[in-house]
């Protein structure tokens, strides 16, 4: 099938703005939007510019808007989004090129929540144990892949306030909710801090 790749592409070094651009391309209905991207740029404008790297969904560095939804390319099947295919980068971070954008504001509110254990208790003999139920109270938020695809999706998070968004408040359950970590109370603070 021919598919109409329509992607925003923008240089900071010639480009006064983003602009699209559109790309005929055959592709299978079976191929990820990021097999088109990597035809694009292999065959036709090595210049694209976009971030990969596992194509499985798995490192969380693809994360783009495709027809308006923010989305893994590497997730997503031609035969899921028609012949007619728009790839945009992420809202609410700068565009650094085309689909590229500077990740650092959102890695910011990741940091500010602290996304680490804490434990200043001296250390047992042997590990610290925890039981399969202390264990299961956390296990969906060590899930996230820190894609910035649900942030990025967050008009709260465009509003450039304090607000850390979805992904940092994932990662604040992931530490607070386990047995071992002892930064529960100073987390939330800093979450309710930064709720405006
Ligand atoms: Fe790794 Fe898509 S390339 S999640």
Same mark, same amino acid.
């Given at each position: 099938m021919e598919v109409t790749l329509r992607i925003l592409r923008y240089n900071p070094e010639t480009d006064q703005k983003p602009h699209y651009e559109n790309y005929q391309i055959e592709a299978e209905p079976n191929d990820q939007v990021l097999d088109l991207l990597n035809r694009v740029k292999w065959h036709t404008d090595g210049t694209l510019s976009y971030r990969k790297s596992c &194509?499985?969904?798995?490192?969380?560095?693809? &994360?783009?808007?495709?027809n308006g939804v923010n989305r893994l390319a590497c997730k997503i099947l031609v035969k899921d989004v028609g012949s007619k295919i728009t790839v945009e980068p992420i809202l609410g971070l700068p565009i650094k090129k085309d689909l590229i954008v500077d990740m650092e504001p959102f890695f910011e509110h990741y940091r500010s929540v602290m996304p680490y254990l804490v434990n200043d208790e001296p250390a047992p003999a042997e590990e610290r144990y925890q039981t399969i139920e202390q264990r299961a109270r956390f296990d969906d938020t060590t899930k996230c892949i820190l894609c910035a695809a649900c942030t990025t999706s967050c008009p709260s998070f465009w509003a450039k306030g304090q607000y850390v968004g979805p992904a940092a408040m994932v990662q604040a359950h992931r530490f607070s909710f386990d047995s071992r970590d002892r930064a529960g109370a100073e987390r939330l603070k800093i979450l309710n801090d930064r709720m405006g």
């Open positions: &194509a499985h969904g798995v490192c969380g560095s693809d &994360a783009v808007r495709i």
